[in-house]
């Protein structure tokens, strides 16, 4: 059964940056994409990115683009997303979820909160 | 920024059928997923590849595509089916994804 793991909760300060980490198991991890997705609070879901392991390359989408990095580590079943220059409107539940044919599994979903 | 459209709600009683459309001009190149979403959860894969159902999803979901307009049906809707609905495909490059505006279902 396949599973990721998502790292906790995150309180950080406007311009700062966080980093996330998503853990999976039960599954051949740098055969799939990990995308990474995010909800603000009462709003839908938004594309972030993508990287797939075996090849270590990584797509963004354009609204992102030179402030998300997202990068795995095969030898841990890990893929994490860094988002730098924090702003409030950044407070969210981001998901990692493994893909390519539609997103058939997903993290439990880390809550960040950008506050001063 | 290429976008996909949903209505922001449809409300059904239970035993009909809900239908909830998702327009985009990528949409006849790209294969469409519905995701089912319930409050306090993460999404959950319905329908992906226009109308392939995941095992585990029951019969009642479904789904189509004509053109630039991708449908998903719930026949026979119980009350468990109140959820957010979101459609989700890929640009026509085929390498950014993007996800509908969502779409409440209300059981009445």
């Known amino acids: 059964q396949v599973q990721l793991v998502q790292s906790g909760a995150e309180v950080k300060k406007p311009g700062s940056s966080v980093k996330v980490s998503c853990k999976a198991s039960g599954g051949t991890f740098s055969s799939y994409a990990i995308s990474w997705v995010r909800q603000a609070p009462g709003q839908g879901l938004e594309w972030m990115g993508r990287i797939i392991p075996i090849l270590g390359i990584a797509n963004y989408a354009q609204k992102f683009q030179g402030r998300v990095t997202i990068t795995a580590d095969k030898s841990t079943s890990t893929a994490y997303m860094e988002l730098s220059s924090l702003r409030s409107e950044d407070t969210a539940v981001y998901y990692c979820?493994?893909?390519?044919?539609?997103?058939?599994?997903w993290g439990q979903g880390t809550l960040v909160t950008v506050s001063s | 920024s290429y976008e996909l459209t949903q209505p922001p709600s449809v409300s059904v009683s239970p035993g009909q059928t809900a239908r909830i459309t998702c327009s985009g001009d990528?949409?006849?190149?790209?294969?469409a997923y519905w995701y089912q979403q319930k409050p306090g959860q993460a999404p959950v894969l319905v329908i992906y590849?226009?109308?392939e159902r995941p095992s585990g999803i029951p019969e009642r979901f479904s789904g189509s595509s004509s053109g630039t307009t991708v449908t998903l049906t719930i026949s026979g809707v119980q009350a468990e089916d109140e959820a957010d609905y979101y459609c989700?495909?890929?640009?026509?490059?085929?390498?950014?994804?993007?996800f509908g505006t969502g779409t409440k279902v209300t059981v009445l």
């Open positions: 990528a949409l006849p190149k790209q294969y």
């Open positions: 989700q495909s890929a640009d026509s490059s085929g390498t950014s994804y993007v």
């Open positions: 590849k226009d109308s």
């Open positions: 979820a493994r893909g390519p044919n539609g997103f058939d599994y």
